[in-house]
């Protein structure tokens, strides 16, 4: 007599309840703002992420560790995101294949302050965010 048969169905497969699964986002309806800083202060939520985005281009052109056998300008393109906390996670550096200038860049960028989190529709949101940097290097 075959007992498996009284604890699964015919396939003996258990259907599961999804999870309720929403895509990040790019443009939300209130964007993150870096804290600790002059950008709260300005008056729209735009200019205030644009200027949230400009500090941390600067913190990076500042701080970031150039070797100095690396001749000519430095450029890279750092995709990263905005949890529902205000965290910058999932850090990505491409356009440079240095292995000390990906590793300073993520170092910087994870030393950050948290941001405000990013809303759409009166919701906190992961948000994909990308910056470019240029850096001239004399």
Known sequence: NDVSNDF????????????????????PSIYPILKNNKCPKLSSNREQ???SIEKIKNQLKNQLYTPDYIKGD?????DFKIDTLGRIVQ??????ENKLIKT??????SNLPHFTPPILNGEK????TSIHVKIKNE
């Open 125 to 128: 949101r992961v948000m994909k």
């Open 91 to 96: 850090i990505k550096v491409m356009g440079s």
């Open 49 to 51: 992420y644009i200027c």
């Open 8 to 27: 699964f169905d015919d396939d003996g497969t258990e259907e599961l309840v999804p999870l309720p699964f929403k895509p990040d986002i790019s443009i």
């Open 104 to 109: 300073s860049a993520i170092e910087i960028l």
């Open 74 to 78: 430095i450029r890279f393109s750092i």
